[in-house]
Nanobody, 114 residues
Framework: QVQLVESGGGLAQAGGSLKLSCVAS????????MAWYRQVPGHQRELVAS???????YYSDSAKGRFTISRDFGKNTVYLQMISLNVEDTAVYYC????????YGRGTQVIVSS
């Protein structure tokens, strides 16, 4: 079983930045790929960025050029550096890992004010 604990969310102004972190418990060899999703009330959860166990990354169109996903294998931690935030980035951000059958964290709220 794996636990994912996100942190780093909060309030930011448009144009500002935030860095999210997610620490995963469990074996580094079982965590698999990791990703960040986000969800706005009333909408489906959407993939923001992902990073494989080999370090390959993927970004959604809305994240490209503004967000950077990275991973510290030694700390079992994945990060999401977000810059040039806009109000449309307001959402609950969830960490995800593909290991252990797939798991999400509880989420961290990001609110971007204009």
């Amino acid at each position: 079983q794996v636990q994912l604990v996100e942190s780093g969310g909060g309030l930011a102004q448009a144009g500002g930045s935030l860095k999210l972190s997610c620490v995963a418990s469990g074996s580094i060899f079982s965590i698999g790929d990791m990703a960040w999703y986000r969800q706005v009330p009333g909408h489906q959860r959407e993939l923001v960025a992902s990073i494989t166990s080999d370090g390959a990354t993927y970004y959604s169109d809305s994240a490209k050029g503004r967000f950077t996903i990275s991973r510290d294998f030694g700390k079992n931690t994945v990060y999401l550096q977000m810059i040039s935030l806009n109000v449309e980035d307001t959402a609950v951000y969830y960490c995800y890992c593909s290991g252990y059958g797939g798991a999400y964290g509880r989420g961290t709220q990001v609110i971007v004010s204009s």
